[in-house]
């Protein structure tokens, strides 16, 4: 009998034993399925809710800061994630798809709904390319080319390339490439068809300024080295001095030439910014600095805040005592313009030619991982007094103009024009 209770007593021990392991495990389980439930829910809400506040303000407010968004300025970024998703799913070669052409191409499309032309993301290979131009050689035509009036257009071809030899001139709308309409591409997405390898032609349709017919212009691609800064001497005395871009090279090369001008004892300077697209701006305050006295303002950037900066010649201004007469044109633009706007607005030169291209904003260029880069602009620019030239350009001080039949017959009105009014300076 003691047998027997001891056996009843441990089934209860037991018993009891097996429920408390029986609700700890069910405690368990409940918090699981509970937590399971929530994320699901949580997940399918997220799918299905098109208006989600937290992340719509989020992100919304990392475009516009502290301000109050209106409603229908809040964002679904999660429609983004479906399209990708479709497209997996759905694509008809769907195996062919590669996921990091496709976050390219979304990153470009997100920075050509800013309606800006200048601000563009380049893949790696674009990005190198865009240095090599940088750099002053790359394998192309030799243009360089900007929008206006909703156009691509030739802002100028640079000296000696394949496209000025072949006709492509300063404000020529380019509306097709190889064929193919450009009229809904980027500058960059069309400087990417119109570049090629050396040795291979590609037919450029452009509309001339002044004409109602297109013209179709094959050009032979090839390298393109870029000699920015030259010199040469008009009877000896009168130094004519061409900038045909800035870029990395173009300081070193225009001290050289300042040296020739002083060791020539040059009496004044033409200085021919026609056709010269612009480039890097810290080349042209470099240059200004050479023409203009030291702590002058050569160009002003105004930033999206309100915030304003000056940037200011440095010295070493060994030519600011001469007379200068600098030549324009339509194909003058960007940094070529701030130059000229300096020399305008420190009463120092005589602006001679045709009104300027009208680029008055600044890019900043910024590498990403991967060798990919983005431009985007970050700031408007102002001549040193405060003129915003952003498709008005600049206008010259003595117009003259440069026609067909001038280039025809290589016939130079505008810079026998610049001659004489620097004679008048000299005496």
């Known amino acids: 009998m003691e047998i027997e209770k001891f056996e009843n007593e441990a089934e209860v021990q037991n018993l009891e034993k097996n ?14 399925f509970l937590l399971v439930c929530s994320f699901y829910l949580g997940y399918e809400r997220g799918k299905k809710n098109t208006a989600q506040p937290e992340k719509n303000l989020a992100l919304t407010a990392a475009i516009l800061g502290n301000k109050e968004p209106a409603i229908d300025e809040k964002i679904d970024f999660s429609l983004f994630w479906k399209v990708w998703d479709l ?20 990153i470009s499309g997100m920075l050509k709904a800013t309606g800006d032309p200048y601000t563009s993301f380049f893949d790696p290979k674009e990005s190198q390319a865009f240095s090599d131009n ?20 030739v802002i100028a071809p640079l000296d000696g390339s394949p496209a000025q030899k072949a006709g492509i001139r300063s404000g020529d709308k380019i509306l097709k490439v190889g064929g193919k309409a450009i009229t809904d591409l980027t500058t960059d997405e069309a400087v990417g068809l119109i570049r090629g390898k050396k040795g291979t032609p590609v037919v450029i349709t452009v509309l001339h300024q002044g004409e109602k017919d297109t013209e179709d212009i094959t050009v032979v691609r090839d390298t393109i080295e870029v000699h920015s800064a030259d010199v040469s001497f008009k009877n000896d005395d009168v130094a004519y001095l061409r900038i045909s871009q800035f870029s990395d090279n173009t300081d070193k090369e225009f001290d050289k030439a300042m040296e020739q001008i002083i060791a020539h004892k040059s ?19 470099n240059i200004a600095s050479r023409l203009i006295p030291a702590s002058q303002v050569v160009v002003s950037e105004e930033y999206s805040t309100g915030k304003k900066d000056s ?22 633009a960007s940094a070529s313009e701030i130059l000229a706007g300096a020399l305008k607005d420190d009463q120092h030169a ?10 008055g904003c600044v890019q900043e260029l910024i590498d990403l991982p991967g060798g990919s880069s983005v431009k985007i602009t970050v700031a408007k620019w102002l001549t040193p007094n405060g003129d915003y030239i952003m498709d008005k350009g600049i206008s010259p001080d003595v117009e003259v103009g440069l026609n067909k039949d001038d280039i025809t017959n290589n016939r130079d009105p505008q810079l026998d024009r610049a001659l004489e009014v620097l004679r008048e300076k000299i005496k």
């Open 311 to 332: 940037l200011h010649t440095s010295g070493g201004d060994k030519l600011s005592a001469l007379p200068i007469v600098v030549l324009i044109n339509e194909g003058s």
């Open 19 to 32: 429920r408390r392991l029986f609700k700890k495990y069910l405690l368990l389980f409940l918090v699981v």
């Open 87 to 106: 497209l997996k799913e759905k694509y008809v070669d769907k195996d062919k798809l590669d996921a990091q052409q496709l976050v390219y191409g979304a």
């Open 267 to 285: 009496k004044g300077i033409i200085l021919d910014l026609r056709d010269d697209p612009g480039g890097l701006l810290d080349k042209a305050v």
């Open 350 to 359: 005589t602006l001679v030619g045709e009104k300027s291209f009208g680029k």
């Open 134 to 153: 940088i750099e002053g050689s790359f394998d192309g035509i030799g243009v360089e080319l900007g929008i206006k009036d909703n156009l691509l257009t």
